[in-house]
């Protein structure tokens, strides 16, 4: 938590980035958290599927002040947008050294300053009279800015890896949103939180397109150790979030994580003890960010912020049904 010099009571938390083995005049009180990550394609469709060589991302085409548009990664796991440094020329806008906001990332924290948009728009999502943290660093390395999920309160928004398209929509009632669907639970104000099972445990979900690699927490391993009887055989590796501390962790492949009838196999899991699960109550409870290594192997990922509702279209190669 920090507080400005204006009063501004704000934690925004941004992503990983995971290594090999040895990523009036004041703004009103919020709470904003999160987390978002680099992903490592470069690519100029809106969809990115993951493919066994490289890890997928979500991009929105957005205005910003009326000018663009500009490219934005899709966070779902992040409760605020953010804007990327290298856009403040571009907007011929100054950051405001006077309202900093402390971001804080899956290991560590720095505070940054914000800035004032007029608008923000993208598809049937408008946000107006906004102020943003600005971000620098390999996250915004290739992007112009990160949309969270506070212009998403009402919205429906449908990844089609398929067919390379992106659609910010308002939730049509009673319509199942995909094949699969799965009823959530907003945490955090904004994040989507939903139950799964994970090698046969039970555990918490948030839902995070922003983050490319799947992280869980050690209470997720000492559940998965204990079910199957086998000893804590695992990789060492490395996560450094965007405000670029490292943390040391563990990778280590799991059977099955399965969302509602659906499943995906034969997935690795990194592993640690990262400070977004305690921000986020889940510190003592098996609890796993699910990123694009996982969303990105399906057909089409669908999450419905009105009713609270996660659903999917698994591809048939690579998703199981149960």
């Not at 394609?41 to 002040?65: E, F, K, S």
């Not at 915004?140 to 890896?161: E, H, M, N, P, Q």
């Not at 939180?193 to 948030?206: L, P, Q, T």
Request: aromatic share 6%; net charge negative; hydrophobic share 40%.
């Amino acid at each position: 938590m920090y507080r400005s010099s204006r009063g501004l009571l704000a934690t925004l938390a941004f992503g990983a980035l995971c290594g090999g083995a040895s990523g009036s005049d004041r703004p009103p009180d919020e709470t904003i958290t999160g987390t978002s990550a680099l992903s490592a394609v470069d690519d100029a469709r809106d969809v990115v599927p993951t493919t066994p060589d490289r890890i997928g991302r979500i991009l929105a085409q957005v205005m910003v002040n009326g000018q663009g548009p500009y490219r934005f990664m899709v966070d779902t796991g992040a409760n605020h947008t953010a804007l990327s440094a290298s856009m403040l020329s571009r907007l011929g806008l100054s950051p405001d050294q006077g309202v900093l906001i402390t971001v804080i990332g899956i290991v560590g924290s720095q505070t940054t300053a914000s800035v004032h948009l007029d608008s923000v728009d993208a598809g049937l999502l408008h946000m107006r009279d906004v102020q943003i943290p600005v971000l620098a660093g390999p996250v915004l390395a290739d992007i112009d800015g990160i949309l969270g999920s506070d212009g998403l309160t009402d919205k429906t928004v449908t990844a089609d890896f398929a067919h390379d398209r992106l659609t910010i929509s308002r939730g049509v009632g009673g319509v199942p949103i995909a094949d699969v669907v799965v009823p959530g639970h907003l945490i955090s104000q904004r994040l989507l939180r939903i139950d799964c099972r994970i090698g046969g445990v039970s555990a918490k979900a948030v839902i995070d397109t922003g983050s490319p690699r799947s992280l869980a927490n050690f209470a997720l391993l000492n559940a998965l150790l204990r079910r199957s009887g086998e000893s804590a055989s695992s990789a060492p590796t490395g996560v450094v979030d965007a405000t670029e501390a490292s943390q040391a962790a563990v990778i280590r492949p799991v059977p099955s994580l399965q969302f509602g009838t659906a499943s995906v196999d034969n997935l690795y899991l990194t592993f640690g003890n990262f400070r977004i699960f305690k921000d986020w109550g889940l510190e003592n409870q098996p609890a796993v960010l699910v990123g694009m290594d996982v969303l990105g192997t399906f057909a089409e990922i669908t999450i419905d912020y009105r009713r609270q509702e996660f659903g999917v279209y698994p591809k048939a190669d690579m998703i199981s049904y149960r």
